[in-house]
T-cell receptor
Framework: DGGITQSPKYLFRKEGQNVTLSCEQNLNHDAMYWYRQDPGQGLRLIYY???????QKGDIAEGYSVSREKKESFPLTVTSAQKNPTAFYLC??????????FGSGTRLTVV | EDKVVQSPLSLVVHEGDTVTLNCSYE??????LLWYKQEKKAPTFLFMLTSSGIEKKSGRLSSILDKKELSSILNITATQTGDSAIYLC???????????FGGGTRLMVKP
């Protein structure tokens, strides 16, 4: 089945620790996106990548980093510089003209 | 900077009621507007609207775009508890090749 897989579903981070969220797709999409969602709110764009080995900052990139070494994979690292990382993180792929396909999300909590 | 605003922020209704959700936008080079439903995890696609005045319908849900007013509405008739979700509006502009999301409307349908 084609789709997007995010892992883990739940992640706990200690203060000062970097964590990496995984996003893998087998839809052969060029473009991939990372969004952050705070409780009861909409989606804010963190980073996006239109093609392998290239990515751009979104609206709230500070404290996050990404890589795009393979078409299928777009991992997001939440660094210790992100002061308020507790949120729901969604990965998406596709082209806006057809609508995105979303993963099922990772819920990150700082402990 | 592209902007998408949804109203109301939240809404509580009883089963059988009809609701109207609003989305307004300020986007350069508008291409399309999309509606998504988000229950627990991944948003699921509802409608894509590109032409003004043409209603799209799926069961009890319908949506229409007004390019003159830079807005769209999503109607849900005879609401059911299963309609409880966050409804997200997003717009696509040609230049950015990405979706910009609004803050969402949280709908709760009580039995």
């Amino acid at each position: 089945d084609g789709g997007i897989t995010q892992s883990p579903k739940y992640l706990f981070r200690k203060e000062g620790q970097n964590v990496t969220l995984s996003c893998e797709q087998n839809l052969n999409h060029d473009a991939m996106y990372w969004y952050r969602q705070d409780p009861g709110q909409g989606l804010r764009l963190i980073y996006y990548s239109q093609i392998v080995n290239d990515f751009q900052k979104g609206d709230i990139a500070e404290g996050y980093s990404v890589s795009r070494e393979k078409k299928e994979s777009f991992p997001l690292t939440v660094t210790s510089a992100q002061k308020n990382p507790t949120a729901f993180y969604l990965c998406a792929s596709g082209t806006p003209i057809y609508g995105y396909t979303f993963g099922s999300g990772t819920r990150l909590t700082v402990v | 900077e592209d902007k998408v605003v949804q109203s109301p922020l939240s809404l509580v209704v009883h089963e059988g009621d009809t609701v109207t959700l609003n989305c307004s936008y300020e986007v350069t080079n508008f291409r399309s507007l999309l509606w998504y439903k988000q229950e627990k995890k991944a948003p699921t696609f509802l409608f894509m609207l590109t032409s003004s005045g043409i209603e799209k319908k799926s069961g009890r849900l319908s949506s229409i775009l007004d390019k003159k007013e830079l807005s769209s509405i999503l109607n849900i008739t005879a609401t059911q508890t299963g309609d409880s979700a966050i409804y997200l509006c997003a717009v696509y502009n040609n230049a950015g090749n990405m979706l910009t999301f609004g803050g969402g409307t949280r709908l709760m349908v009580k039995p």
